[in-house]
């Protein structure tokens, strides 16, 4: 099984970039087909996909944060980061790396998630 570990810091000020990490053990970020998001949760609104990027490198973005957001990996340390830039408090949530094995498959292994709060 999966597993996923996002890291980071919990406060970041306003207009600073967000920058966290998700750790994969049990997978590899080049497996066949499958896709490693990082998604959102505001507090008291569901679920937001931010991007993804795919088992070849390639990447994707939610057209609302596509001018602030960079997704990049690592694959030697088996380690995807994502970055947000320009934040404000309305970028405060919990975030989620996720993995799906397609596209269009349903997330299939999530990290626990870690709240990151926008505030001076």
């Known amino acids: 099984q999966v597993q996923l570990q996002e890291s980071g810091p919990g406060l970041v000020k306003p207009s600073q970039t967000l920058s966290l990490t998700c750790t994969v053990s049990?997978?590899?970020?080049?497996?066949?087909?499958?896709?490693w998001s990082w998604i959102r949760q505001p507090p008291g609104k569901g679920l937001e996909w931010i991007g993804h990027i795919s088992y070849s490198g390639r990447t994707w973005y939610s057209p609302s944060l596509e001018s602030r957001t960079s997704i990049s990996r690592d694959t030697s340390k088996n380690q995807f980061t994502l970055q947000l830039a320009s934040v404000t408090p309305e970028d405060t949530a919990v975030y989620y790396c996720?993995?799906?094995?397609?596209?269009?498959?349903?997330?299939?292994?999530w990290g626990q998630g870690t709240q990151v709060t926008v505030s001076s």
């Open positions: 996720v993995t799906a094995p397609g596209i269009t498959s349903a997330w299939h292994d």
């Open positions: 049990g997978g590899s970020l080049t497996t066949n087909n499958y896709y």
